[in-house]
């Protein structure tokens, strides 16, 4: 049974978001007064036709490094789901 | 003597190729080749140059893509064979996403897409792509990038220093490399770097939109006499 990755990819906290910074200022311009923050990110979804919960976390963590993020300046998370 | 060909690699949505092919082909003795994203032949050329653009529309992060195309492949062993490779703008940011070259180029820091003239200082004269320059001349040659802000982390900044792979920094028409003259916010003010052997250099500004007097500099030549010096003999 095929798993469907939730994949997150981020900016490090030490790179500039310059995007989150524009998405904020337009926050606090629409009156958000208490919006301290915003980060943008990414969301990609991956169905990897694996039986195995541990081989579909292997092949999540490869692609996240090799393709998906940058770990020079990006972070990344998933959530593995099964399809029913 | 036959002539010397140097690769252009072209990937969708590369948009300076043509103009780099322009350039390469203004030099006696040089033979600008096109090498297509798809093909694994290099075609017998002595160097290879990976062109500004937005290789496959810039998805997932510039350059990333690019990276694993059937080309790249040829062209990482080409390097590492110690051939000599120039990025330009997206090129540069291929051959960081390859791992040719350290650190990462993100978004400018004021957000905006820079299209205009920039004054580089020349940190290093000593590399085959800038033999032609004296060390720290100022160079008028145009960005146009909406990603060319270097980071890295200050280990690899510092190893870049140590061994002098920082080759251009922006500057002011006087020389002076400070926030000012810093146009998209990248770490050091640097604007292209070279790879610790010193075959694979990438910058962000365009050397061939400044190879022809029309052009409004001919300060780009230069970068391309050096490399070409350098295989040819010319």
Redesign the interface.
Known sequence: MPYTAKIKVT?RQS??D??G??VEHALKNLGYHTVESARIG?YIEVTINEEELQEAERICNEISQK??S?P??ENYSFELEHVN | MADVTVGVVVFPGSNCDHDTEYAVGSFNGIKPRMLWHNDHDLQGVKAIILPGGFSYGDYLRAGSIARFSPIMQEVIEFARKGFPVLGICNGFQVLLESGLLEGALSKNRDKKFLCCQTTLKTVNCSTIFTSRYQQDQLLTIPIAHGQGNYFAPPEVIESLQEHNQIVFKYSDAEGRVSEESNPNGSLENIAGIINRQGNVLGLMPHPERASEKSLGSLDGRALFESLFEHIAGV
Do not use: C, D, E, G
């Open positions: 900016l790179i500039l310059v995007q910074k524009a990414k393709l998906l940058n020079v300046m």
